[in-house]
């Protein structure tokens, strides 16, 4: 795959926490933790809850709303069920002008 620009500058100022984004119709969360960005498949492998709309993000853990399952920003791993399987994580890069680019 290449990379592709999935968030303009003035989009990642305004995340709070989040920043849906989309790419080849994947739906991404994307997120900072401790600085840098993130980008996870935007659906709780549980029961298929958007993180965008259903989850808190607190440490750079996803806690979704649905039924409590909890996974790592920085990697998708399941943290705490009921979800037994992780999210997928997509790569994501600031561009050279302050954008963010993801590569599936």
């Known amino acids: ?9 003035e989009a990642l100022a305004r995340a709070r926490p989040w ?9 991404l969360a994307v997120a ?3 600085g840098t960005w993130y980008a996870l498949e ?7 809850c958007p993180f965008t709309e259903e989850a808190d993000l ?5 806690v979704c709303k649905c039924h409590g399952s ?3 920003m920085t990697t998708g791993e399941v943290r705490r069920g009921p979800a037994e399987r992780p999210v ?3 790569a ?13």
């Open 1 to 9: 795959m290449a990379w592709t620009r999935i968030a303009a500058t």
């Open 19 to 27: 920043l849906a984004a989309s790419i080849d119709d994947v739906d």
């Open 32 to 34: 900072t933790v401790d």
């Open 70 to 72: 909890q996974f790592d």
């Open 42 to 48: 935007d659906r709780c492998t549980h029961a298929g």
């Open 88 to 90: 997928r994580a997509v």
């Open 58 to 62: 607190i440490e750079g853990v996803i």
């Open 92 to 104: 994501v890069r600031l561009a050279p002008d302050g954008g963010l680019e993801a590569d599936l």
